[in-house]
């Protein structure tokens, strides 16, 4: 069973920038389509950006033009860079296969936007 590993987070300004970092348990990321997913306090959790097994990217209203997600299939991992920063962007950021995989969510990593 494939597990998820994030990194990355921590406190930024607004209009400040971050860059997430999930590492998976086995070699996977070549074959699926990998997601980073966010839930913030009391609400569900949602995908924000995608990239296919290739390379095509999908992104939320919400985040498109100022997040880029990446993989490197070599090292089994994918990122997430993000910028310009909005106190909406915080919550706790997971990655995973798109559709996810119920067993294998990681504990995510804490991104908090606040002045």
């Known amino acids: 069973q494939v597990q998820f590993v994030e990194s990355g987070g921590g406190l930024v300004q607004p209009g400040g920038s971050l860059r997430l970092s999930c590492a998976a348990s086995?070699?996977?990321?070549?074959?699926?389509?990998m997601g980073w997913y966010r839930q913030a306090p009391g609400k569900a959790r949602e995908l924000v950006a995608r990239?296919?097994?290739?390379?095509?990217?999908n992104y939320a209203d919400s985040v498109k033009g100022r997040f880029t997600i990446s993989r490197d299939n070599a090292k089994n991992t994918v990122h997430l860079q993000m910028n310009s920063l909005e106190p909406e962007d915080t919550a706790v950021y997971y990655c995973?296969?798109?559709?996810?995989?119920?067993?294998?969510w990681g504990r995510g990593t804490q991104v908090t936007v606040s002045s």
């Open positions: 995973n296969q798109v559709p996810a995989l119920g067993d294998s």
């Open positions: 086995v070699s996977i990321f070549s074959i699926y389509s």
């Open positions: 990239i296919t097994s290739g390379v095509m990217t």
